[in-house]
Structures are given as C-alpha cells and as structure tokens.
C-alpha cells in the first residue's frame, strides 16, 4: 500500500506559532488566549447572529435539525466530566 498516493500531501494556510517566541506584552501564551478571548468570540458569533437575530444562511440546518428532535437532546463534554471525576 502506497500512502503517498492515497492520501496527497497538500499545504496549509494556517500560520504556525514559534513557541520560542515571546508572547508579548504577556507573560504567558495562556495570558495572550484569554485575552484574546472576548474578540475571537465576537468573530465567531457573527458567523451565526446578527442583528435581527440567528442569519438562516448559517443556522438553517442546526435549526431543522433542533426541530427534529423534539426536545430529546443531550449535550455532553468529555472533557468536564474528567474535571470534576473524583480522584481515588
């Protein structure tokens, strides 16, 4: 099996942070992520709201399929299961 020719190679145009970097004016990268936080938020959401409220061309979907379920939805994060899991 030949992986190269199943699975191209193809670039990104995502930029790659150099860690060695400073993270300046923070002390920390993790100082620099939550300061950012409130734009990169913003950005997001206007993805789905305007000012009217939800735009259909993004949510129309998520919407039908909220329809659909009819009320039975259950939403789950591993994640913060991991976090308040006692620990023995």
């Not at 190679?9 to 993270?23: E, G, L």
């Not at 920390?28 to 000012?51: C, G, N, R, S």
């Not at 129309?60 to 006692?86: C, F, G, H, Y």
Request: net charge negative.
């Amino acid at each position: 099996m030949n992986d190269a020719a199943e699975f191209p190679v193809s670039k990104s145009n995502s930029t790659q942070i150099d860690m060695a970097q400073s993270p300046s004016p923070y002390a920390h990268w993790m100082l620099k992520e939550i300061y950012e936080q409130p734009e990169v938020l913003a950005e997001t959401l206007e993805q789905y709201v305007d000012a009217s409220g939800f735009r259909n061309d993004t949510c129309a979907a998520l919407r039908q399929w909220l329809t659909e379920s009819k009320n039975e939805i259950v939403i789950a994060d591993p994640a913060a299961m991991q976090a308040w899991r006692p620990r023995l």
